[in-house]
């Protein structure tokens, strides 16, 4: 399966904004940052998470804890998504108890990623709230969920693949819509 | 590669297959730390584990390996299985997969008990000990834990005491680091440490004690089994604590603050004087520690096909 680039639908300018704009987001929803932990997915929401906690501090001059949770061991498609499924590491930074966690990843598809993502969590802890922060919605959810925070809406068809791209992994900073050539 | 469809011994796995082992064991390690240390990658599996030997450790730590992936266990004990009525190992296995088994765990007597049941291509097979042949897992473990303490293990010096001829834990432990670098000694009596054991593992060989501790950063001491006296191999256990047994006198031969490793159960006051249990050199309870984690990353990665970013 030959994969295509169609078009660049965000550039680095583009990802910088949206992170900007959900950051504030995230605080005026949550009307502050008291409890909040960003909790990212891996691989690419990690660096994402990291991001807007950087970002809210600039304007709050608080920096929420960031945490990284992976949920490879949780996933109930490890047979059909990747012939070899890797284990990467959880690392969060306390006991969720009571804590607010808007978990980050890059783009939100099916739903599946954010529902191991949900089983990961609470076997870690009770937290008091969980939301969901996504660089891209790219529809076709498979699961009855929704993200809170939206970087960008992009209607795909399945056909498509969306990635995304960072500089803390890719080196530089773009979504792109590929297709099967 | 990193892990095949069978770990009978070390040959299944490069340097690259055992890198990809520890780190998987460390995320596993971290799910063990949880308040609810189980995932569900496992989920629906089942693991028969056939136990031809007695074993407290290894046994019980697949066992418990098994449930924080999710995985049932089975646990066959031979004495009280139709094995007693004679059944062979190759109808065992056969039954194992009838039963519902995705993969089997075999500590057996005889050497090469495992590699026969994983040519039978009935189910992956993961050897838990096989007559003085080899014990895959418990050289990782040790591996783990060295690296947990120490890093590497290349440039570290691991010195093996003991009763090395019947020994597959030094025979898969020395392969195994001198894999990854380090430099191994094998130290014992003659009669249990023929010159040519170096050779054919490509390790050294020492008969000096002293000698052989110089320069250590790992000490691992092999139990002495009864069997080996009653066979006119070795004199007797005060014999062989005199010769032989670890002290903390002996040890200081060794780096200062050297790691002792002991696969277990330790025969106490024999090759090891009980003391040097509660040091905090001592990394006797991490390894069992480490087995749990270890053992969950072979059994997902045999059963998933998986390995560590």
Known sequence: MALVEKAVIMDEEAVGRALRRMSHEIVERLGGTGGLWLVGIRRRGVPLAQRLAREINAFEGLLPPTGELDITLYRDDLTTKHDRPQVGRTQMPGDPRGKTIVLVDDVLYTGRTVRAALDALVDLGRPAQIQLAVLIDRGHRELPIRADYVGKNVPTSRREVIEVRLLEIDRRDEVVIMEQA | ?309
Request: hydrophobic share 50%.
């Open chain 2, 1 to 309: 590669m990193a892990i095949g469809t069978h770990l009978c011994d070390l040959d299944d796995l490069d340097a690259e297959g055992i890198a990809a082992v520890l780190y998987t064991a460390e995320s596993m390690a971290e799910i063990l730390a949880r308040p609810i240390p189980r995932v569900p990658a496992l989920r629906g599996r089942t693991v028969m584990l056939l136990f031809y030997e007695a074993s407290t450790r290894t046994r019980h730590s697949f066992e418990l390996a098994c449930k924080a992936l999710g995985a049932d266990s089975v646990s066959l004990a031979a004495a009280t299985s139709a094995v007693a009525k004679g059944e062979s190992l190759v109808d065992t296995v056969r039954t194992a997969r009838a039963l519902g088994a995705d993969a089997v765990v075999l500590r057996h007597p005889a050497s090469g008990a495992a590699r026969l049941a994983a040519a039978q291509g009935l189910l992956p097979v993961i050897n838990a000990g096989d007559g003085t042949h080899a014990h895959p897992t418990q050289a990782l473990l040790d591996l783990f834990t060295v690296r947990r303490h120490r890093g590497g293990p290349a440039g570290l010096r691991l010195t093996i005491v003991g009763d090395i001829l019947h020994s597959r834990v030094a025979r898969s432990s020395a392969q195994a680091f001198a894999r990854m670098g380090a430099d191994v000694v094998l130290c014992g009596p003659a009669t249990v440490l023929p010159p040519e054991a170096g050779a054919a593992l490509g390790v050294r060989v020492c008969h000096d004690l002293n000698a052989a501790l110089r320069g250590a950063d790992v000490v691992m001491a092999l139990r002495i089994q009864k069997e080996r006296m009653d066979g006119g191999l070795l004199p007797s256990a005060a014999e062989y604590r005199a010769g032989w047994g670890l002290d903390a006198e002996r040890l200081a031969a060794a780096c200062p603050g050297a790691l002792l490793l002991h696969p277990g159960p330790v025969n106490r006051g024999v090759e090891v004087t009980p003391d040097l249990l509660d040091r905090p050199e001592s990394a006797v309870d991490d390894q069992v520690k480490a087995g749990v984690a270890v053992r969950m990353a072979v059994l997902y990665m045999l059963l998933e096909g998986g390995a560590a970013e």
